[in-house]
C-alpha cells in the first residue's frame, strides 16, 4: 500500500509564506495526477491545486497567483510553495495521488493555520 505524507505545516500570520511537502512511497511519475486538497472547519473537502505526469498544473481559483504546486519525480515528492496567506487558508491539506481512475491514494493531511 503507498503511503503519503505530509509536512511542512503549522502556524503564520496573514501574509506570510508555508511549503507544503508530499513524500509516497510510491513512484510519482507513475501517478497521472498529484494534488492538494484542504478541508477547512465545518466544510467538505475542496480541490487547492493538482499537477498531471506531464507537469500541467490546475489551480482553485483562491489559489491562483498565490500557490504554486511543483513535484520531483526523481525524490516521489510533490510540493505546495503557499505564498500571502490569508486566514481564510486554514485548514486540514490533503496530498492526493491519482494512480488510475477509481485508484487514489491519501496522506493523513496537516494543519495549516492562518492567524489573522
Not at 491562483?64 to 496567506?85: E, H
Amino acid at each position: 500500500q503507498v503511503r503519503l505524507v505530509e509536512s511542512g505545516g503549522g502556524l503564520v500570520q496573514a501574509g506570510g509564506s508555508l511549503r507544503l511537502s508530499c513524500a509516497t512511497s510510491g513512484t510519482i511519475s507513475n501517478a497521472n495526477v498529484m494534488g492538494w486538497y484542504r478541508q477547512a472547519p465545518g466544510k467538505q473537502r475542496e480541490l487547492v491545486a493538482t499537477i498531471t505526469s506531464g507537469g500541467r498544473s490546475n489551480y482553485a481559483a483562491s489559489a491562483k497567483g498565490r500557490f504554486t504546486i511543483s513535484r520531483d519525480n526523481a525524490k516521489n515528492t510533490v510540493y505546495l510553495q503557499m505564498n500571502s496567506l490569508k486566514p481564510e487558508d486554514t485548514g486540514v491539506y490533503y496530498c492526493n495521488a491519482d494512480w488510475s481512475p477509481g485508484i487514489s491514494s491519501w496522506g493523513q493531511g496537516i494543519q495549516v493555520t492562518v492567524s489573522s
